[in-house]
Every structure is written in structure tokens, then in C-alpha cells.
T-cell receptor
């Protein structure tokens, strides 16, 4: 079993839709959770960063962490064609390691 | 603000040739530095990380090596490239206190 599981997609939605992207994980020691957006042939861009459980909102983006279920989500409201990209989740423990564990990414297509 | 640079952006090298990829970070001190490789359609593979000058931890021994000659400089090298070394190489740095990780623009390497 992988430490982090992420549906590869592709996920196609119409412009204006609410998008839900998810990752599940197995390591209960993960404390820091991140979402990245990666356009084709570019480096990943940090979108959202969350420590421990709870929600965090930034503009059209909301990140949720449910540590009891080992499940994290990224919601995109009013999706735009420019949101078409691959979204990667990442997480790490608070101590004892310098490593980040990444999901394989979900490819999102927002159709105009 | 912090900026991370990578060069070259694109590289085509013959099998058996040497490799040197460079990464520099501006606007921060004593960052943790990382080299990842991303193969087409696959996740991020951690190659090396460094917590200080001259301190390198290897995750994938193979024929690659890394060095950190200065606080904000990270170099990825190979003496003889293999076809399997082709991929998208990403340098990243992370904040010590909050563990947010930021990526550079990447180097696309094709070994022919």
C-alpha cells in the first residue's frame, strides 16, 4: 500500500463547477499537508498549506484535512479553464524526517 | 521574497556524457534543499536532500550525486549519463519552521 493515494484522473468539469480533489494516506504521523498545482512542463506551485486538522481558505481554494479519516481535500470554486493542470498533494511528519511524501497527482480539465 | 533558480531549463545529452545541474535559492538562509526527478506520468521521486553545507542524504544511489558547496547552492551531477536518467529534474527548498516546500522551474533532461 502506498503511503499516499491520489486518483490520477483525468477529471473533466465544466467552467464554473466546484471541483473536489482528494488524497488518502496511511501514516498517522503526518502533520503538514500541502497542495500543489503543476502546469505542463513547469515546476509545481504551492497552492495551499495546512498544519494538522481543519480548513483553510484562500480565494477560490479551500483545503480540508481530516486526520481521523486520514483524508485531505482541495476544493476549487467557480473553476476556470486556467485551473486546468495537475494537482499534487504532499505531506510530511513534524519531526524525525526531512522527507515529503507526494501523491501521483490528479489531472484536471476545466472545459470552457 | 524568496526565489529559486534552476539552469539550464532544457538539456539534451548523449549517453555516457557528464551532467551538472545547478540550483540556487535567494532571499532565505540555511534552507533545506531537495532534488527530485519526475518521469512522465509518474510522481515525484526524491533523489537527494541537504540540511546544510556539505551535508547530503541520498535516496537513490545509482549514478547521480549531489553537492552543496554554498548555503543556497545545490548541484546535481553525474559522471556518465544513462538513458534512464531522462526526466524532469526539480530542485526545491523548504522553510525550517513551517516546512512549506517550494519548487524551482525544473530542468528537462533528455539522454539520447
Amino acid at each position: 500500500q502506498k503511503e499516499v493515494e491520489q486518483d490520477p484522473g483525468p477529471l473533466s468539469v465544466p467552467e464554473g463547477a466546484i471541483v473536489s480533489l482528494n488524497c488518502t494516506y496511511s501514516n498517522s504521523a503526518f502533520q503538514y499537508f500541502m497542495w500543489y498545482r503543476q502546469y505542463s512542463r513547469k515546476g509545481p506551485e504551492l497552492l495551499m498549506y495546512t498544519y494538522s486538522s481543519g480548513n483553510k481558505e484562500d480565494g477560490r481554494f479551500t483545503a480540508q484535512v481530516d486526520k481521523s479519516s486520514k483524508y485531505i481535500s482541495l476544493f476549487i470554486r467557480d473553476s476556470q479553464p486556467s485551473d486546468s493542470a495537475t494537482y499534487l498533494c504532499a505531506m510530511r511528519e513534524s519531526s524525525g524526517t526531512y522527507k515529503y511524501i507526494f501523491g501521483t497527482g490528479t489531472r484536471l480539465k476545466v472545459l470552457a | 521574497s524568496q526565489t529559486i533558480h534552476q539552469w539550464p531549463a532544457t538539456l539534451v545529452q548523449p549517453v555516457g556524457s557528464p551532467l551538472s545541474l545547478e540550483c540556487t535559492v535567494e532571499g532565505t538562509s540555511n534552507p533545506n534543499l531537495y532534488w527530485y526527478r519526475q518521469a512522465a506520468g509518474r510522481g515525484l521521486q526524491l533523489l537527494f536532500y541537504s540540511v546544510g553545507i556539505g551535508q547530503i542524504s541520498s535516496e537513490v544511489p545509482q549514478n547521480l550525486s549531489a553537492s552543496r558547496p554554498q548555503d543556497r547552492q545545490f548541484i546535481l551531477s553525474s559522471k556518465k549519463l544513462l538513458l534512464s536518467d531522462s526526466g524532469f529534474y526539480l530542485c526545491a527548498w523548504s522553510k525550517i519552521a513551517t516546512y512549506e516546500q517550494y519548487f524551482g522551474p525544473g530542468t528537462r533532461l533528455t539522454v539520447t
